[in-house]
C-alpha cells in the first residue's frame, strides 16, 4: 500500500479542484499550497472520495510542472486507485509519464558517461548530487538538465503507482506494457536502480499460448497462461495442471500452494506455505528457465513460446506465495498434443545442458 490510512473527514474533492485551478494558472506558490492540502486529503478521504479523484490526479501529471514533484502525485493517484479507483482511467498518464522518466533517466547516463572518464561510474541516485558542477556536466540548457537529474533520483519512486494499474488490469498491460518493457529493463541493467518489481510488472503475459514438452514421458500440450508474477508461480501451475490432471507422472502440488498462486482476491500478507519443484523448465536449447525468472524469458520458436519439462536435476522447494499479491494466474489446458506434433515439436530442441547431481 502507498499510504497508510487515516480516518478523519477530508476536503478532497476541494483540494483537487483547487490543484487543477492552480496548475492550469501555472502558479508556482498556489500549487505548491494546493498540492500539500491535495496530499493530506488524499490519505484522509473517504473511497467513494478517492474513486473520483484518481483519475483526476493522473489527468494532471502531463500539464504537472516536469522539475515538480510528480512521481508524488502519481503515487497519490495510485493509491486512489488501491482504494477502488479506475486502473484504466488512470493508467495512460501515470505510465506515459514513468516512460518519459525512464528515457530521461537512461539520457541523463549517456551524457554522464560521454562527458566522463572511462572508469567514472555513474553517481548513485540521490538529489543530493544535483548542483550547478552536475547540470554543467549534462551540458545544455540548465532547465533540461535538471529535469534529467531529477528523473534519474526518482525514477524507483514511479513503481508504486505503475504497480497499482498494472496488477489491477490485464488491459492495461495489453495496452501500455510493452512500450515500457525495453526502456526499464536498459536502465535496470546501468545496475543503479532498483527496478525489478517495475521489470516484472511490465512483462507479464496475459492470455498467452505455451507449448510445453514434457521430454521423460514424450508427451506434449498447449497451454494458455495469464497474470503469472514469475517463474515459482508458473511451476506451480503447470505441475497442477499437468500432475495433477494425470497427464504427467510426480506429486501434485499442495491444494494450498495452487490457491495462492490463483486466488482472484489479493494475498493478505505473507504465509509459511511451501511449495516443491516436480520439474526442470528448460528453454528449447537445454539451458535452464529459472524459476527467479520470468515466463517472458521462455523463448519463441515458429511463432509460439517452446518450454521443455524434464526431471529435476535436484529437489528444491520455496515460499508458495505469489510475486505480485494482487495478481493471481491462471494456466489451461486447451489440448493435448498428437504423437506427431510432439515429434516435430521436440526435433526443434536440444538436450539438457545441466550436469546432473548424483542420487
Known sequence: MIFKRKRKASGLTAAVSELQEAVAARDGDRTERAFAAMMNGVQSASDPERVLAGPQLAAL?????????????AMAAGFCVERGADPVACAEPILDSVQRDLLDALEFARRWTATGAAKDELPEPDEKIIDDALLARLGGDVHEATRLALAWCAVEEWQPPALAVLCRSAEVRRRHASASLPT?????????????CLAYALAVLDDEPLVVLHRPTGTGFEIRIGGIGDNFQLHTLLAHVLIGGGYVPGTRPSAESVHLATDPEPAQGRTQAIATGAFELLAPDGERIWNEGLPDDIPVVEGRRLLVLDEPAYQRSWNADRFFPHLPGTAKLTRVLTADETRTWLARTSPSNLIRRPS
Open 184 to 196: 526499464c529493463r536498459a536502465l535496470a541493467a546501468l545496475e543503479r536502480h532498483d527496478l525489478k
Open 61 to 73: 501529471l502531463p500539464a504537472f510542472p516536469p522539475t515538480g514533484p510528480r512521481p508524488m502525485l
